[in-house]
């Protein structure tokens, strides 16, 4: 017997018979323990959110990144926001963001511009309805701003003005309150993943999407005794 092919088939018997083969986990299994995983400030995740890893779980604009000892991060378009609070944690309605990076979010004018497309992304400020009822932009203290950011290198005040009355409209009174207590947002639920979503959790499923796909199409992980049942 050639001396090459002994060597190679008792490497193979030997490998054969001490590596344990990896236990298969289910995308129900997995999705269902990540939610329960605690990410400040989410307790447990509940859809739409659901952690970046591991992927396919929840809804694809509402991944959120978490790291031991800092507060959640949710990335809106492409630019991450820290997730302050939560309105409801239990089922969140509305969060509170805030700026990762000050400085480099508000003084970089092309990133500022795409800080919220609402014809792109599902969020919206919390108060869209006043300003659409609204005569006219809010009250911004620019003055204030111009006295209060002299931290920033680029003093973006006139950005952050177009910031306020366009794009975002929040309670605060001037634009360090913006950069440092940050700014409160929903989302659309009109999005027909919801619907989809309410129909999976009734049949015991759990909600998430195909990552491999450009599109994220919704999918509908059954649970795992769903799986076993002959009917």
Not at 95 to 101: A, I, N, S, T, Y
Not at 146 to 175: K, Y
Not at 213 to 227: G, I
């Amino acid at each position: 017997m050639d001396p090459q092919y002994l060597v190679l088939s008792t490497l193979l018997l030997f490998l054969s018979t001490t590596m344990v083969p990896t236990a298969c986990i289910s995308p129900y299994t997995a999705c269902s323990e990540a939610a329960n995983k605690s990410c400040f400030p989410f307790p447990y995740f509940t859809f739409p959110f659901a952690p970046s890893t591991p992927k396919g779980c929840g809804h694809p604009n509402f991944q959120v990144e978490c790291t031991p000892g800092s507060a959640a991060v949710l990335t809106i378009g492409y630019n991450k926001f820290k997730v302050l609070s939560l309105e409801n944690p239990a089922a969140p309605t509305a969060l509170r963001l805030g700026f990762v990076d000050p400085i480099v979010q508000l003084c970089a004018i092309t990133v500022n511009k795409t800080l919220f497309d609402m014809f792109k992304w599902p969020f919206y400020p919390s108060n869209r309805k006043k300003v659409s009822n609204a005569s006219g932009p809010p009250a911004i203290n620019v003055t204030g701003c111009r006295t209060s950011l002299g931290w920033l290198p680029c003093h973006p005040c006139d950005l952050i003005e177009q910031f306020l009355s366009g794009n975002v409209v929040t309670d605060l009174n001037n634009a360090e309150d913006l950069i440092r207590n940050g700014f409160k947002v929903e989302w659309n639920q009109s999005d027909d993943r919801f619907r989809k979503c309410k129909e999976c959790v009734a049949k015991n499923g759990i909600c998430g999407f195909d990552a491999s796909q450009p599109t994220n199409p919704f999918l509908c992980y059954p649970h795992v005794t769903a799986l076993n049942d002959p009917s």
